[in-house]
């Protein structure tokens, strides 16, 4: 298997655009999660999907980050419009029900 | 609500010699408790899981833990460290409940080994 798979690795952008960040789970695990990680503050819990749907949005920062997961292999985590302060590393994971959890390798994201 | 704290943000051993790397927890019940890894510019590693039975719990790399009850720790141990363990390691934890899924990171600990 080839791994959780995340697109774009790097992303450059300027304010006020929109970001669209990818993810493909490990094929047969049915709980997804997205992370943000920065110096400041860590690595935090934005989102996660148990069986593509939302259980625990807590995390999402604000109204300007959405994330969907329109079928088992899929997700994206979107936000518009882009500020600076998002600038991070997003990670996407996934695992088989609770079970040990699996990472891509992330999405270096850089809001100028 | 569950947490875990990682006393340490920095261990720096020799080669050789070994490696703790401290974690405590709170949670009600009884834990699921994991530890991970997380080289330069890439993506956390699962090294081992602590879910039920024997306290002693060992992973990838050479790497073992110790589930404690009473003092609530799951230190990461490493009878001999490697230049090449310099990493930043989590440990996380979850409760057992069925339908809660969400890890409570801690804030890692840099871990340096020189030769």
């Known amino acids: 298997d080839a791994g959780v798979i995340q697109s774009p690795r790097h992303e450059v952008t300027e304010m006020g655009q929109e970001v669209t960040l990818r993810c493909k789970p490990i094929s047969g695990h049915n709980s997804l999660f997205w992370y943000r990680q920065t110096m400041m503050r860590g690595l935090e819990l934005l989102i996660y999907?148990?069986?593509?749907?939302?259980?625990?949005d807590s995390g999402m920062p604000e109204d300007r980050f959405s994330a969907k997961m329109p079928n088992a292999s899929f997700s994206t985590l979107k936000i518009q419009p882009s500020e600076p302060r998002d600038s991070a590393v997003y990670f996407c994971?996934?695992?088989?029900?609770?079970?040990?959890?699996?990472f891509g390798p992330g999405t270096r994201l850089t809001v100028l | 609500a569950q947490s875990v704290a990682q006393p340490e943000d920095q261990v720096n051993v020799a080669e050789g010699n070994p490696l703790t790397v401290k974690c405590t927890y709170s949670v009600s019940g009884n834990p699921y408790l994991f530890w991970y890894v997380q080289y330069p510019n890439r993506g956390l590693q699962f090294l081992l899981k602590?879910?039920?039975?024997?306290?002693l719990v060992k992973g990838s790399y050479g790497f073992e833990a110790e589930f404690n009850k009473s003092q609530t720790s799951f230190h990461l141990k490493k009878p001999s460290a490697l230049v090449s363990d310099s990493a930043l390691y989590f440990c996380a934890v979850r409760p057992p409940s069925s339908n809660d899924y969400k890890l409570s990171f801690g804030a890692g600990t840099t871990v340096t080994v020189r030769a």
């Open positions: 994971a996934s695992s088989y029900w609770g079970d040990e959890q699996f």
């Open positions: 602590y879910i039920t039975g024997d306290n």
């Open positions: 999907f148990n069986n593509n749907v939302p259980i625990d």
